[in-house]
């Protein structure tokens, strides 16, 4: 079964420095989202993107972070100076809309950032 | 704005016996989808089973099924015969219409299975 994938599984960074977290939605999937999980906390929406821009972000998702697909595959995330608070699970999610069935979002297995 | 509540923070469960999860939203959309998510020790979220608000008819997945009570705004997960693998915690989410249609979780139910 095609599943979205994640790299780095875990990335520990110094505080100030830039991350991109990486991460290959399934194939035909047309629609691909960013989320985090602070330890302990529920999940939050960062982003969404479609289209080659995004269709929406929530506030948590200032000017420190950018997204992009640059080929066909990849999707990144990418936070330009990283704080203590950006410590946390992030997902990547995609999801495909066929003939009007929705089937949900599928999660890639997350990267652990640690910010230090 | 959408939200998810899960009044639940841990429940626990014998094996082979079955469990309900409880979850609530708020939300003035009358088309929308609501899904259950497990997520091990490893941090994965897996989609385990998923509503369509407009159909009536309860939504099952082999061992589990949801009790969708839409005029209350509950979407309770039912697990039968559980197992040990199905330790893990448990978040309701919310699919907004429009936009997006981006997911908003409750904050998880941990769901510990004793042998």
Redo the contacts between chains.
Sequence with gaps: EPEVTQTPSHQVTQMGQEVILRCVPISNHLYFYWYRQILGQKVEFLVSFYNNEISEKSEIFDDQFSVERPDGSNFTLKIRSTKLEDSAMYFCASKVLAGGTYYGQYFGPGTRLTVT | AQTVTQSQPEMSVQEAETVTLSCTYDTSESDY?L?W?KQPP??????VI?Q?AYKQQNATENRFSVNFQKAAKSFSLKISDSQLGDAAMY?C?Y?TQG??????????TKLTVNP
């Design positions: 989808y899904f998510y490893s941090r994965q979220m897996i989609l998923r369509e978040f989410a699919r936009g997006s249609e981006k997911l908003v979780f409750g904050k998880g």
